[in-house]
């Protein structure tokens, strides 16, 4: 048997490198990191092993005739799809430098080429999207939690160290004291719901641009079974770019991921697969990490609305996407993109609203302008009788007045702030802007 055909990088579809970094994902899990030196040595022995087969056959072949010997060495030729340390993953050849982007997150000192992975997301869209799922990158701070330094407590949140739930069941938690990070995780409400359902649809990552021992510790409080995410768990220490974020990374198809995430400017050649999250500020100094000068939910003693917070909102907006992916595109399954499902859910958002600007300060207008208008809204820059809201920060000026007299919606910018956090037009009523007493 020649090893070209042995080896995992071109097995059959059923056995495909796929599998193969599942079972390098399991053997990657934050349960058995503490094994993984060993195991990354043994995976180096049975590459070494794998050499010496590569190397026992071309001898074999080299007594037989000249033919047969030059056919056979062309079948051996190698293309080094890869790398484990210094030795190439298909034939154990050594290797001089580093060349292809490293997977260390999937198995310590992995690295693909180009083309391999290419390969790999091709087979493995395929057969997602024969199970009817697609791919979703969940950021962890302020999306599906919040963390904060037990020294960034503040006194009206000490009362949370003595409320802390019990490390033994995690599942049944969601405040967690972690002394050996010296910190203190708050997970998001609906955050259980939000992940099982949304399992059910997605091939799910995590990707944060925390370090890996926070990453890991918040995906064990998140999936303590490993049901969700196994080792898919990315972070800053895993990425190509120095603070950005990028599907470079992830054995996925752009035209098959969607992210959620709190900050867009991390993301910023994949904006087109962004749904932008409303930040989650439990503690403190997440608030203050983002200049807000307002109590904390911890502070007030309260928390988001299980029924009307951001996790509830958005997981109705992925079964949308995902059903209108499935379900409503005609064309065939391998050209479709979820970039483009997400523009058209996006611009039903405020479809039929008619909005004029006035006193929005001139920096914040083109922002505002290109939301509303991705949203569905069409924006003109006079009044006429097709407006149905005017959009101000001052209930004074003319055109304010004219949306009064008109018994025309009169809202403060946040409204369009809203719709675009939670892909739902917003009650008016709740973004009243009223005249200065």
């Known amino acids: 048997m020649s090893v070209a055909a042995d080896s995992p990088i071109h097995s059959s579809s059923s056995d495909d490198f796929v599998a193969y970094l599942d079972d390098a994902l399991a053997a990657s899990s934050p349960d058995a990191s503490s094994d993984k030196e060993v195991e990354n040595q043994d995976e180096l022995e049975s590459v070494r092993i794998k050499r010496c087969k590569f190397e026992s056959a071309e001898e ?36 001089d430098g580093e060349s292809g982007v490293t997977f260390g997150y999937i198995h310590k000192g992995l690295r693909l080429h180009d083309e391999e992975i290419s390969r790999l997301r091709n087979t493995d869209v395929k057969n997602l999207l024969i199970r009817k799922k697609l791919y979703l990158i969940l950021d962890l701070d302020h999306t599906l939690l919040n963390s904060t330094h037990l020294a960034h407590l503040n006194s009206e949140e000490l009362h949370l160290i003595s409320q802390a739930d019990s490390l033994g069941d995690v599942s049944k938690g969601s405040l967690f004291k972690l002394d050996k990070m010296h910190m203190m995780t708050k997970l998001r409400p609906f955050v259980r719901t939000f992940l099982k359902e949304a399992s059910e649809m997605f091939e799910m990552y995590i990707y944060t641009m925390g370090d890996r021992p926070y990453a890991l510790e918040m995906a064990k409080l998140l999936d303590p079974l490993g049901e969700y995410f196994n080792a898919k768990v990315i972070s800053r220490d895993d990425g190509t770019q120095k603070h950005q974020k990028g599907l470079d990374i992830v054995l996925g198809q752009e035209s098959a991921v969607v992210i959620l995430d709190d900050t867009e400017h991390a993301w910023v050649k994949h904006r087109d697969n962004l749904i932008l999250m409303e930040r989650y500020h439990f503690f403190g100094s997440s608030c203050r990490q983002f200049g807000f000068n307002c109590k904390s939910l911890a502070e007030l003693k309260s928390d988001e609305d299980e029924a009307e917070g951001a996790l509830t909102k958005i997981l109705k907006v992925l079964k949308q996407v995902h059903y209108k992916f499935f379900d409503e595109l005609k064309e065939d399954i391998a050209e479709r993109d979820v970039r483009q499902v997400l523009k058209s859910v996006r611009r ?16 914040a207008l083109p922002p505002l302008r290109k939301m509303a208008e991705q949203l569905g809204a069409t924006c003109l820059m006079e009044l006429d009788p097709s407006v149905t809201h005017v959009v101000a920060t001052d209930a004074g000026t003319e055109k304010a007045r004219w949306a009064v007299k008109e018994k025309k919606f009169l809202v403060h910018p946040r409204w369009i702030e809203a719709a675009n956090y939670f892909w739902e037009k917003q009650p008016e009523e709740n973004f009243v802007l009223k005249k200065k007493q």
């Open 60 to 95: 074999t072949e080299e007594s037989t005739s000249e033919g047969i010997v030059k056919q056979n060495l062309e079948e051996y030729v190698c293309t080094h799809p890869g790398s484990f340390g210094d030795m190439c993953i298909r034939c154990g050849q050594k290797l």
């Open 348 to 363: 039903e958002v405020l479809s039929g609203c008619v909005v004029v600007f006035s006193r929005i300060f001139h920096g």
